[in-house]
């Protein structure tokens, strides 16, 4: 598959990994339509971009199915499906305040697993119906994981749960979606420049830089986009998740 013939449904689209993979995956010619809750920023993205935007809250089954159909009306068709959108919370198991609550934990996989798998899931049904393209490829899914999902700290048990549920399905997914031609990968990034960390004090920021080996700085989105791009290109990648987190081991 080739960027500049693509045709990808991004979800978090409206800021950090997401918009950062929308705004290089349009640069080098695909055509885009965001996937966010954030009905004001999303569209602005979008008008940007060149792209569409549909408001979409990703662990919902009806609005899913209607952005994917939102999506097809507006492009023809999907060839790729990036899974950016995700929450990030921070309890303990037991922390001093009791035991973790239990709607905390649901949330998080909610969003961050389950709506991944909503997402991929119809965004497959579409890309079954594609003509293969010169490499037979009818498209290609790729979810993100996180490096938490080995390496989780104290406090981040339902961020790693979730993650390591990405990790985990997707060598069965490709799997079950080999016979359509459509391939699935996850990305596991490291600590990211996202919008999340950009509200931490310079000297926080510093100090989470510090841990990084080499380079010795946090990840930018756009490096992310450019991993993104570069999986939808390379054909042979299928089944596997890729770390971008400069050799760091969270400890």
Do not use: W
Not at 139 to 147: D, K, M, P, Q, W
Request: with cysteine; charged share 20%; glycine share 12%.
């Amino acid at each position: 598959m080739k960027l500049s013939n693509t045709a990808a449904v991004i979800t978090g689209g409206a800021s950090g990994l997401g918009e950062a993979t929308a705004r290089y995956f349009a640069s080098q010619g695909a055509t885009v339509t965001l996937l966010d809750r954030d009905a004001e920023r999303g569209p602005k993205i979008a008008e940007e971009i060149g792209g569409h935007f549909v408001q979409t809250d990703v662990t919902d089954d009806t609005s899913v199915t209607a952005a994917i159909a939102f999506a097809v009306e507006k492009m023809g068709k999907i060839t790729a499906a990036v899974n950016c959108a995700g929450i990030g919370t921070v309890g303990k198991t037991l922390g001093k305040e009791g035991p973790l609550p239990l709607s905390t934990f649901q949330t998080t996989i909610d969003v961050n697993l389950v709506g991944s798998f909503n997402v991929a899931r119809l965004a497959a049904a579409e890309m079954a119906k594609n003509e293969p393209d010169e490499d037979g490829e009818r498209g290609v899914i790729i979810n993100t994981a996180s490096v938490a999902a080995f390496d989780g700290q104290k406090g981040q048990v339902s961020y790693s749960a979730s993650k390591g549920g990405i990790v985990g399905m997707t060598l069965p997914m490709a799997r079950d979606l080999a016979r359509d031609n459509i391939r699935v990968m996850a990305i596991a990034p490291g600590i990211f420049l996202t919008p999340m960390l950009m509200g931490l004090p310079e000297a926080a920021q510093e100090q989470l830089a510090a841990d990084v080996p080499n380079p010795a700085r946090l990840g930018r989105p756009e490096e992310y986009g450019r991993m993104a791009g570069f999986i939808v290109e390379m054909g042979y990648l299928n089944g596997e998740v890729i770390r971008i987190d400069g050799a760091l081991r969270m400890r």
